[in-house]
């Protein structure tokens, strides 16, 4: 599939005999009559991340845009829209939100696995988009490192961290759900001892130092003790190991969910990145104290120099108001002073 700047779907639960042209055909038959002809899917298909896979997955995008069945999937922000699509023995599940881990290279070129690299995004982020060019569309842990480690498989680890949607997920369940995906990942002779490269942003560096630590504590179980094991190199972009500014995020998020009877999860959530944060204290220091005494890995740490904007409300006239509206809307933008939210 020739990257384009359109919105990757991730189509799960092929069966292992279709091929790009078996399931372009199918998701075809989604399609409005008037779209058959005009709207072509541009497949990848790419190999499950389970160690004893009984299905495949597919990275597709659209050209020139997306068909109208798939148009809720576009429109969602939040990600939690689906499409599924039934076939003989199966029913293809279409996402854009990537949660869980993904495969996003594809199979060695004749060579055996010999790495597995795993990213794990940031807060309110996308699995895949990421960790994509805006400009260019390019998608560089899938595109740029097939040549430099054709021998490494590449994953992608999401979760639900989006700040427009409240839920009640917390640090600990992200964590666990990663490492209960790794288990499935490495689960076969070959992946178990397999070395492991570990690459986060932001809020995923969190993710990885509490999933490290997590693995020690419970290291009476094969699975964790072999995981550390193989733990060669960990990444960290932007990473807030000393907390980073918050409170503008905070200010959003008290507004939109405060109301709500569970409004306090996604704020307590940020709450925790603040720098004087006791929880991140203490967990920074059981990853030091790990990293110092039972693991010999390399670590690299990348920081930020360019600033962003600082999220600020802002009102911009509505086209049409009804008669019940103000003909003012509120929106919140990045659109604020210049900050540079991670300290080195």
Not at 68 to 87: A, C, H, N, W, Y
Request: glycine share 6%; hydrophobic share 40%; proline share 5%.
């Amino acid at each position: 599939m020739a990257q384009g700047k359109g919105l990757t779907y991730r189509v799960q639960h092929i069966p292992l005999h279709f091929n790009e042209a078996d399931l372009s055909a199918r998701l075809q038959q989604a399609f409005e009559e008037n779209e058959r002809g005009r709207i072509q899917p541009l497949i990848s298909l790419v190999p499950s991340y389970h160690a004893k896979p009984n299905s495949q997955n597919a990275l597709v995008q659209f050209h020139p845009q997306a068909p109208s069945f798939f148009r809720d999937v576009e429109k969602d922000k939040i990600g939690m829209t689906e499409r599924q699509l039934p076939i003989k023995d199966a029913v293809l599940n279409i996402d854009a939100n990537f949660f869980g881990l993904t495969q996003i290279s594809d199979p060695p070129r004749g060579e055996e696995i010999k790495m597995d690299l795993i990213f794990v995004t940031g807060l309110d982020g996308n699995a895949f988009g990421s960790w994509t060019s805006r400009a260019t569309g390019v998608m560089w842990p899938r595109q740029f490192l097939r040549d430099d480690l054709p021998a490494a498989r590449v994953l992608t680890y999401g979760y639900n961290t989006k700040l427009s949607y409240n839920m009640l997920h917390t640090l600990e369940d992200f964590c666990t759900q990663l490492l209960s995906s790794l288990q499935l990942a490495r689960d076969s002779k070959e992946a178990l001892y397999r070395p492991l490269v570990l690459i986060g942003h932001s809020y995923g560096s969190r993710v990885i130092t509490k999933s490290i630590v997590k693995c020690k504590i419970l290291d009476g179980n094969m699975f964790n003790k072999a995981l550390l094991l193989s733990l060669k190199k960990i990444v960290f972009f932007g990473a807030p190991h000393h907390g980073m500014v918050t409170d503008d995020i905070e200010s959003y998020l008290h507004e939109k969910f405060s109301a709500e009877p569970t409004g306090d999860a996604r704020i307590a959530l940020v709450a925790e990145l603040r720098g004087n944060d006791a929880g991140m204290r203490r967990e920074l220091q059981e990853f030091k104290d790990l990293i110092g005494t039972d693991l010999k890995i390399q670590i690299i740490s990348i920081y930020e120099r360019k600033p962003g904007r600082r999220l600020v409300q802002k009102q911009q006239e509505l086209d049409s108001p009804l008669p019940s509206q103000t003909g003012l809307s509120v929106t919140w933008r990045r659109d604020g002073d210049a900050y540079v939210p991670v300290t080195k």
